[in-house]
């Protein structure tokens, strides 16, 4: 540790510091804009000159190493002399126009203008004018003549999102923002541009002028989309959402947000909401009050009991909803005689479970995946799935760290990849054995499986090998896949065998919370894929759409088409429901309380911001009641707290109950020979709410999804330069769509996103398929 001296107080911080990390430890403030604390230091703004004893002249703060016996005044007169010297230069080109700034009022220009400036400009000459950018629908570049050139927005494209869209060209007075290409700014992450922007040169577009920083109440919230738990702070206007920005929590977000969790909000003001309880009578939806609908669904339920018995009852949730609600849900099926409850709609094998009451989780804090030595990701689209968890790869990758792939087909991860395994879904199995076998081959033990000769299997085990902090780290797909067990128990030998640790990822915001209150199928109970390819005798739905939301849409389509009583819980009217006989409209996240359990584990509560939509109520409350009407025992809770506490138990125990052991023995089957199917979710059709935020759906990862062809099947089909349209088959299903080649697919696989309703007429997201030129 080195000691200065700042202000008068003796201050110490590790060798290689600069003063201005002195003075964030002494708690001493220096006006600063191209600081930041997450991101490079750049010395571009001069702002936070200060008097260094001994030195000539004033000296940079954030780029000024400190040694040892450093005397630092930050509030000297030539300290504040040079302060405003340099204030006055930032803002002989700066417009005069806070009152029409969308940043007026959170401006750091502005704070320290105050502060810092002079209240005349002695700046006769005419301003600059640098003419706006379109960069896309998420951020306005509309008044590009208030940027400093402070370089913040360029450095986090290059350091945090791994993408360096913006850049700056020309110098002197012509240097200017912008993307180097002319093209849009497509990152998943672009969103926290806006809020690290120190002016009003980069805004929101969504919220461009809706309000003043002034108007708006703020409320904290936790993110429902990925399996972070970002923390949110949500922006409220009489009564309306009008902005998400992060809430800082260092251990699980740090400063940063996904940009679905930024703008999905919009979703929650938009004119397909749900907002009175709807019955199908005669083929036309009719609009009735609470009591008639609950009391219909009661009664219709009660009925096909009592002709059928509760065999053909069941309920889909989703994971994106609270623990309170699965908790519930998971109550009334069973309360009321079914095991027949599931989450799980997009899984394939159904064994891959953890004990009851135990859940599958990471395997480790969120925060160590920035300080991982060594991370071998099998079967993710992980900048897409986990824009965050990539995040924190991404900066163990840039210590060092060596990040290793398995899947089939190999996007771009703005990171560097040490080794990848290409293969084919149904060859995973044995690619993993692979890697065990050159494992076991170094450590003189048993391989757990027959292993084959593979060059990049050897590569990946020789990085697993080595270094200390290591994981293994399964993705949706690996999740998904019709081999999840035999993966899980191979990846669980692979990082026993390493001193890795091993964990999902995880899909949804409460995949975790959904295992521990048991939203998973008892003793004789159906699981998702039997209740979603068999036509139900009475179906509940939380949130789901099962169209989009099912492994199999084809096969889901059909049984829905088939099925009895089918009550739809959602916020949405435009809801993709077959058949629906019920729609009730329940609230979204911030329009109800509820809690997260995020893939480390982590319980996070929130409360809602606004109060629920028309006659939409939370869906706690919903299921209370109908339990009520059911006649069932223990729903008489008062406050979302006292189903929380009933659920979860208690929350200090929740780690001893996560739990990754694989639950069946290793068996390999042999890999099929002809095409396989690898189906990504698009990171904007994951969920109800990404799907109908405007915003969100002009972006380049929402458009229509086109095939993946590997280059040889390309020439093989003798499709021609550019893009192609291609009828692929599954079965009796089918759909004609546009195809491109994509060099980093398997030789045998094609790529077909799911969730999407141009492929919801395709069958299974893995398994076999058939394609030809259209």
Known sequence: MIEIELDGQKVSVPEGSMVMHAADAAGTTIPHFCYHRKLSIAANCRMCLVDVEKAPKPMPACATPVTQGMIVRTKSDKALKAQQSVMEFLLINHPLDCPICDQ?????????????????????????????????????????????????????????????????????????????????????????????????????????????????????????????????????????????????????????????????????????????????????????????????????????????????????????????????????????????????????????????????????????????????????????????????????????????????????????????????????????????????????????????????????????????????????????????????????????HTGASVGYLGAAANSVGAQLVKALPGAGGLNAGQMLSQPMKALLLLDVEPVLDAADAAAARAAMAGAGLVVALTSFKDAAVDNADVLLPIAPFTETGGAFVNAEGRLQSFHGVT?????????????????????????????????????????????QRLNNSAPGAIGLSPPTTGLERIADVPIYAADALVRRAPALQHTADAQAPVVGVPTALWAQLGLGEGSARVKLSQGAASAVLPARADATLAANVLRVPAGHALTATLGAMFGAIAVEKA
């Open 104 to 496: 007026g009022g959170e401006c750091q220009l502005q704070d320290l203008a105050v502060g810092y400036g002079k209240s005349a400009s002695r700046y006769q000459e005419e301003k600059r004018v640098v003419f706006h950018k379109n960069v896309g629908p998420l951020i306005s570049m509309e008044e590009m003549s208030r940027c400093i050139h402070c370089t913040r927005c360029v450095r986090f494209g290059q350091e945090i999102s791994g993408v360096m869209e913006l850049g700056m060209v020309h110098r002197g007075e012509h240097s200017e923002i912008t993307t180097m290409t002319g093209g849009t700014v497509d990152s998943e992450l672009s969103g926290n541009m806006i809020d690290i922007c120190p002016v009003g040169a980069l805004t929101s577009k969504p919220f461009r002028y809706s309000a003043r920083t002034w108007e708006l109440s703020r409320r904290k919230s936790v993110s429902p989309h990925d399996s972070t738990g970002a923390n949110l702070i949500v922006q409220v206007k009489n009564g309306q959402v009008l902005r998400v920005v992060p809430l800082e929590n260092e251990a699980v977000n740090e400063c940063w947000i996904a940009d679905r969790d930024r703008f999905s909000y919009e979703a929650v003001n938009s004119a397909q909401r749900l907002t009175q309880p709807q019955i199908k009578q005669g083929g036309q939806w009719q609009t009735v009050d609470w009591t008639t609908a609950l009391n219909y669904v009661a009664d219709g339920l009660k009925r096909v009991k009592a002709e059928h018995g509760v065999g053909g009852i069941g309920a889909l949730a989703t994971a994106h909803r609270t623990v309170e609600e699965l908790h519930l849900l998971a109550k009334l099926m069973r309360g009321f005689g079914s095991e027949s409850i599931d989450f799980r709609t997009r899984h394939a094998d159904f064994s891959n479970q953890a004990p009851a009451g135990q859940a599958q989780w990471l395997g480790s804090p969120i925060a160590a995946l920035s300080t991982l030595d060594c991370a071998f990701v099998i079967g993710s689209f992980l900048r897409k799935d986990h824009p965050l968890f990539a995040q924190r790869i991404r900066q163990a990758a840039r210590k060092g760290a060596a990040v290793l792939s398995l899947n089939a087909v190999h996007d771009d991860w703005a990171m560097p990849v040490a080794a990848q395994l290409t293969a084919a879904p149904s060859a995973w199995a044995q690619a993993l054995a692979d890697v065990a076998g050159y494992i076991a081959s170094a450590k003189s033990v048993a391989a757990p499986a027959v292993a084959m000769v593979n060059a990049q299997a050897e590569a990946i085990a020789q990085a697993l090998l080595s270094g200390e902090r290591k994981a293994v780290l399964l993705g949706n797909a690996a999740a998904q896949h019709p081999q999840a067990a035999t993966l899980l128990a191979l990846a669980q030998w692979i990082a026993e």
């Open 611 to 655: 109060k629920p939509l028309g006659d939409a109520r939370p869906a706690w409350k919903v299921l209370r009641v109908l339990g009520n009407l059911l006649g069932l025992e223990g729903f008489n809770h008062e406050t979302v707290e006292e189903v929380r506490a009933e659920a979860v138990g208690d929350v200090a125990a929740i780690a």
